[in-house]
């Protein structure tokens, strides 16, 4: 095995576009959730991509205490709170 050096601003870079496609999600969620059709590609998406977003924030974050991944991983709670609230909402039957 060889010794890797990491990008940081690209890992940095892929963070912030997870949080932005799980915004983006979030809003055809809001405007389309009537729609089954719409409502689960794109609430599948927002929490996949929150998800994967906030994890590789927090991760390196903790890895190497960059200030930049700090502020990524607390800015992408933000579409994650947003889905779980849009789970628990499916669940007990508003946009069932």
């Known amino acids: ?3 890797q050096i990491t990008n940081l601003d690209g890992v940095v870079g ?3 576009g997870c949080v932005v496609v799980s ?4 809003l055809v969620f809001l405007a389309f959730g009537h729609f089954a059709s719409v409502r ?8 996949m991509s929150s998800l994967l977003g906030s994890g590789v924030a927090f991760w390196f974050s903790l890895r190497t205490r960059d ?3 700090i502020a990524t ?5 933000l579409p994650f709170a947003f889905w779980c609230w ?3 909402q499916v669940v007990h039957g508003r946009y069932a």
């Open 73 to 77: 991983g607390l800015i992408s709670l």
């Open 1 to 3: 095995m060889t010794f």
């Open 23 to 26: 915004s983006l999600s979030a």
């Open 40 to 47: 689960e590609p794109s609430g599948s998406l927002g929490f």
């Open 14 to 16: 892929f963070a912030i």
């Open 86 to 88: 849009a789970i628990y």
């Open 67 to 69: 200030r930049r991944f």
